[in-house]
């Protein structure tokens, strides 16, 4: 099994990305994000409360978060591997997710970075949110403060990572194409 850690600032282009690896390369792609987003579209309990915090940009509780993923881990037991993208996202999150892998014998591959300078993310969020209706990509403020959550909350996870021998980091800028080929480049020498 593969186990992949899609990793990058807001914007950085993980969910675009990760359509195209989870083909290529037979993936389950779980995005934490999506995941909220359509429980919040269903009017679910989980729906309701992860929007309070996503709408104002801040990181929805570790608590909820760990058991909603080891759910969808768990509903796809026949995977060939999983691509996390927007997880973990907090140091809290990364060791629940290595005690629930090795508790199944898997253990994270390797993680990989989409790196990218935050004033051009930034843009690209606001020219995002005229047309993916996401609250929390239409005002700057709280696109600032996703920024904020990254740098106290999820930055710290590169050294976590690195100490596992298990951190990449690829350029995240150029054409999609050629970022999915920089990703490639990685995942093949695994
Ligand atoms: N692992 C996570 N832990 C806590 N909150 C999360 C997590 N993943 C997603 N969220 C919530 O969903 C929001 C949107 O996440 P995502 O779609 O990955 O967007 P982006 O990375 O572009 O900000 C986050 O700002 C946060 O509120």
């Not at 796809?76 to 990364?94: E, V």
């Not at 591959?109 to 930034?122: C, F, G, H, P």
């Not at 054409?175 to 920089?182: F, G, H, K, Q, V």
């Given at each position: 099994?593969i186990?992949?850690?899609?990793?990058?600032?807001?914007?950085?282009?993980?969910?675009?990305q990760a359509?195209?690896?989870?083909g290529k390369y037979?993936?389950?792609?779980?995005?934490?994000?999506?995941i909220f987003?359509?429980?919040?579209?269903n009017?679910?309990?989980?729906?309701?409360?992860a929007?309070?915090?996503?709408?104002q940009?801040?990181l929805?509780?570790?608590?909820?978060?760990?058991?909603?993923?080891?759910?969808?881990?768990?509903n796809?037991?026949?995977?060939?591997?999983?691509?996390?993208?927007?997880?973990?996202?907090?140091?809290?999150?990364?060791?629940?997710?290595?005690v629930?892998?090795?508790?199944?014998?898997?253990?994270i591959?390797?993680?990989?970075?989409?790196?990218?300078?935050?004033?051009?993310?930034?843009a690209?969020?606001l020219?995002?949110?005229?047309?993916?209706?996401?609250?929390?990509?239409?005002?700057?403020?709280?696109?600032?403060?996703?920024?904020?959550e990254?740098?106290?909350?999820?930055?710290p996870?590169?050294?976590y990572?690195?100490?596992q021998?298990?951190?990449?980091?690829?350029?995240?800028?150029g054409?999609?194409?050629?970022?999915?080929?920089?990703?490639?480049?990685v995942?093949e020498?695994?």
């Open positions: 099994m186990n992949i850690v899609l990793f990058g600032k807001p914007g950085a282009g993980k969910g675009t359509e195209f690896l989870k037979n993936l389950t792609h779980l995005s934490t994000g999506d987003r359509f429980n919040i579209k009017e679910t309990e989980l729906g309701k409360l929007k309070t915090y996503m709408d940009g801040d929805v509780p570790d608590e909820v978060t760990i058991k909603m993923l080891q759910s969808e881990v768990d796809n037991q026949d995977s060939a591997g999983f691509l996390f993208d927007g997880f973990p996202r907090t140091i809290a999150q990364a060791d629940a997710l290595d629930f892998l090795a508790s199944k014998n898997e253990k591959t390797a993680t990989i970075a989409l790196d990218a300078d935050d004033e051009i993310l930034v690209r969020l020219e995002r949110g005229k047309t993916s209706g996401r609250v929390d990509d239409q005002d700057e403020d709280k696109i600032r403060n996703r920024y904020q990254y740098n106290e909350k999820t930055a996870l590169m050294n990572y690195s100490q021998h298990k951190f990449y980091s690829v350029n995240g800028i054409s999609i194409a050629e970022i999915t080929e920089r990703l490639s480049a995942i020498k695994l």
